[in-house]
């Protein structure tokens, strides 16, 4: 039985891959900056969950103890300035530690696109160095590239996804009509765990690249037209015009669609080149039909439909942003410049009542108050780069740590105690939003808390100028809260004293998977 290192095991792809190593019979040890962001994945009990950073050789001693296989799934995603050589130093670290460790081989996903291609964009450049820099060492690498990746949650899935839905017209740059090979999320799940399974073959050397698509070669426009079909939408009409630089068409992507223009560019960038498998992998992975790009988007949106999302784009850390700690109850923040506002309400609801209110807050359901202010903050963040509100969240009902909510991210999630949320638009400091909550003379008591920690002058500014719709929208929060959690508790009473027909266990609950 093999032991496998997965890196970015909280992300989309090594979100999926874990299952599908556990469900082969491997050994899975998933490497995390953040070990808790994984503590609500459904096979968390099934690995070993080492804290460690790919860029800390350090941190990786621990980690690659003992193993066979490493996958190395993680990438900055052109977040900041100097990506390229944050991830060509990340590659560097690994190998080392993995050539000190005796690692038996490393798997690593990269990009499509030709070596010899002077107009491959700089993401899809430092996708390909990545793969020279880790086959520089001893340990012998197999290197998966792929184009446009379709699947429920997948940043190109949300991103065609919204264009299109959102945009009934739309002018796009000319890359609208260059060539793609995309590949169903299934299928590049394949080809992951056939490069861990599969005999090394002596011919490829110790480097091999393996070109991995889709049975379909479409061009964007088409690709666009077949979602629509799929979505049921109307025709959508589009034309193509040579003004739109990357630059600008990033930032518009980032406006219409739920991508932060940090993680728009890289990939608006990278259609630019054609993208299209050119030497097919001699060996298949056993069993695989490659799912036909309608198929994929169908089965995508299927998933999405029923709530079997089991990760999203959004689950990884944003590009340029550190891990969410410490937290603002951790030691290192004592004596430190927090700046809070508390207030409290109490509920007729019970806790389990009141904590199910809170853990649905966001996405469809809204922020209860003020709505107009939210979506104007959503906006202004979105214009300045930022994530914005259209990110929406996993379930509408269900939170997990690690989930994204609008704007924020799930810190803490320990029903029926506490929801904790940091926030991801753009601050000049680092913000949260808490609820506690406690059982109150047959009731609950709901603690909420804004928590801002201001490490400039800048931040302290920002703060002092909300202060007036802090009463506005926080107090007025906490109070909608409660209301709505005693409407709740009403409303199931009077459910449950009604006779009903007995529901099937089969069916009652939603799977995550898919």
Known sequence: MSIVLVTGASGYIGGRLVPELLGRGHRVRCLARTPSKLDDAPWRDQVEVVAGDVTRPDTLVEALHGVDVAYFLVHSMGGRAAFDEEDRLAAATFRDACAQAGVGRIVYLGGLGRDDDPQLSRHLRSRHEVGRVLAAGPVPVTELRAAVIIGSGSASFEMLRYLVEVLPVMVTPRWVDNRCQPIAIRDVLAWLVHALEAPADAAEGSHRVLEIGGPDVLTYRRMMEIYAEEAGLRRRFIRSVPVL????????????????????????????NEVVVTRRPSAQPAGLESLPFREAVRLALRHSADLEVSTRWSDATLPGR??????????????????????????????????????????????YVTPLLWRARGWIDKLVGGVGMRRGRRHPHDLWIGDAVDFWRVEAADPPNLVRLRAEMRLPGEAWLEWRISAHDGGSRLEQAAIFYPPRLLGRAYWYTLVPFHGLIFARLADRLAAAAARRSSTTRSTTSTPTTPTDPATASVSRRG
């Open 245 to 272: 630089t990357p630059s600008l068409s990033s930032r518009w992507v980032g406006l219409v669609t739920p991508l932060p223009t940090a993680l728009a560019r890289p990939l608006v960038e990278s259609l630019i």
């Open 322 to 367: 550190t891990p969410a700690d410490p937290l603002p109850t951790d030691p290192d923040w004592a004596g430190g410049s927090l700046l809070t506002d508390h207030k409290t309400a109490l509920s007729t609801a019970p806790p389990a009542d009141l904590y199910a209110t809170v853990a649905g807050i966001g996405g469809d359901q809204g922020w």
